[in-house]
């Protein structure tokens, strides 16, 4: 089943592989910004004393996180180009690394909701009369004393998100994005041996998500200096 | 400059405070004393506005202190600071950027003119030094003195301290203490919670023992301690006086 390795394992190929990587750590790094704004906004809307953004925030988690990955990507994917057409009448084409980049954060942004809300519930109830006593409104203590220390702690669970988000930017090749997985199989196409390029692709994907494990845990200590 | 009166405070049906009157005069150094659970505590928060009352009136400077009027009550209370028991200083800020925040965010300061002033009152309480520690690396004297710092940043007009040194190793008190002495011989209005008996004599003005959510005797601080009236405070006294 190895019999192409030594074809398959040419410079080209593993150059078209790193081009695949790239973009799938590029679709999970921007996933995981966008994600922790809409994670830092449903946190603050499920914290809100107004039932409304409760309830829209409540709703946002429990239907994202409710439902797989893999379908809400093929649901944007459909969803959204056949909308336009009925409004418009027009056809749409849209970049399935576009789609899922949007389907991705938005899957995240749920999980990060709920990661930045512990984090913010665990910071001590006195940093909050503190800011009251002296004077400081709600939303500055939440940003310039609450969520820097929440974000603190959440740094270790963020960077498993991260990894997460990398090895599921792999479910973006079932609508046509070539990245990491995808350019893999279009390899084992080629030599008719999946084998190789998968066990390549499987190494790229562990080089990235120890690297980011290790930034993770660099991060961490240096967050630290004021422990 | 302060006037309680009537004030009650449920927390589920157990009396915090009942019917507490209380009337602070600029220049006064009011010592909160009384068994745990009498509701000192519970007294000063509601004075500052960190619990809401249930029933009667809070006056600071012969105005009524109203939650609905927002921007009042905020104005009221930025002229209150506040100690607590456990400093609640913010980790992730130097000493100084503790001080300057709410003096640039609160009272629109220019970076420059609160660094100023923090360092004037850091210098006050003999921590101009550790300017650019973070709190997790002082001790906890040292970390009750740059709340006390902090709080005076704000230049307020009274200062309530709610058991500034309970928290604190043995050794640690008299530094805050003498910062707080201090802080009244340069006139200071202040209202302190404390189980410091020794500063409540020599340095409050006057005591007010509280038990069971009631005032029960008020006098001045050597009349207090030399001659208590009730026998509830006369109790207390000689448990907390080991002799």
Redesign the interface.
């Known amino acids: 089943m190895f019999v192409a390795f030594q074809e398959v394992f040419t410079l080209a190929n593993i150059l078209y592989l790193a081009k695949g990587a790239l973009l799938s750590i590029g679709i999970a790094a921007l996933s995981l910004l966008f994600g922790l704004i809409l994670g830092t906004l449903g946190a603050t809307g499920k914290r809100s004393k107004h039932a409304l953004p409760r309830d829209i925030a409540n709703v946002y988690v429990t239907i994202i996180r409710g439902t797989p990955l893999l379908l809400q990507i093929l649901i944007i994917f459909s969803v959204i180009p056949s909308m336009y057409t009925a409004i418009t009448g027009k056809i749409l084409r849209i970049d399935p690394l576009l789609i899922g980049v949007l389907a991705m954060s938005i899957n995240s942004g749920a999980y990060q909701t709920e990661l930045i809300r512990s984090g913010v519930n665990a910071v001590?109830k006195?940093?909050w009369?503190?800011?009251?006593?002296?004077?400081?409104s709600n939303w500055?203590t939440l940003k310039?004393?609450i969520l820097?220390?929440a974000f603190?702690r959440i740094v270790p669970p963020l960077i498993s998100e991260f990894i997460t988000l990398i090895k599921d930017s792999s479910l973006i090749s079932c609508i046509g994005a070539v990245e990491l997985l995808k350019g893999a199989q279009i390899i084992g196409a080629q030599y008719f041996d999946v084998m190789s390029p998968y066990m390549l692709a499987a190494i790229f994907y562990l080089v990235m998500t120890c690297v980011v494990s290790m930034i993770g845990m660099k991060v961490e200590k240096r967050l630290s200096?004021?422990? | 400059m302060i006037k309680v009166e009537n004030v009650c405070k449920n927390f589920n049906k157990t009396h915090a405070l009942h019917n507490v009157s209380l009337e602070v005069n600029q220049g006064d150094i009011i010592s909160l004393i009384g068994p745990s659970g009498s509701g000192k505590s519970t007294l000063l928060r509601c004075i500052?506005g960190?619990e809401t009352i249930d029933s009667g009136k809070i006056y600071l400077d012969g105005e009524l202190m109203d939650r609905n009027n927002e921007k009042k009550f905020?104005e009221q209370?930025?002229k209150?600071?506040?100690v607590?028991q456990?400093f609640?200083?913010?980790?992730?800020?130097t000493v100084l950027e503790n001080c300057k925040?709410?003096q640039i965010?609160?009272l629109h300061k220019s970076d420059a003119e609160a660094e100023t002033v923090a360092l004037e009152y850091l210098d006050k309480v003999g921590l101009k030094e550790k300017r650019d520690s973070?709190?997790?690396n002082l001790s906890g004297g040292q970390k009750q003195r740059v709340a006390i710092a902090?709080?005076l940043c704000?230049s307020p007009d009274i200062m309530l301290f709610d058991e500034p040194t309970s928290a604190l190793d043995p050794e640690m008190i008299k530094e805050v203490l003498d910062v707080m002495k201090d802080l009244g011989k340069q006139g200071m209005t202040m209202v302190v919670v404390t189980h410091e008996m020794g500063f409540a004599r020599k340095v409050g003005t006057r005591v007010v023992f509280l038990d069971q959510g009631e005032i029960i005797e008020e006098n001045t601080a050597e009349e207090f301690f030399s001659n208590p009236q009730s026998d509830r405070a006369k109790d207390f006294l000689s448990k907390v006086f080991y002799d």
């Open positions: 001590d006195g940093q009369e503190a800011c009251e006593t002296l004077g400081l500055k310039l004393v820097p220390q603190k200096v004021s422990d | 500052h960190l905020r209370r930025n209150m600071g506040f607590f456990h609640n200083l913010f980790p992730n800020m925040l709410a965010e609160v973070y709190p997790n902090r709080a704000m």
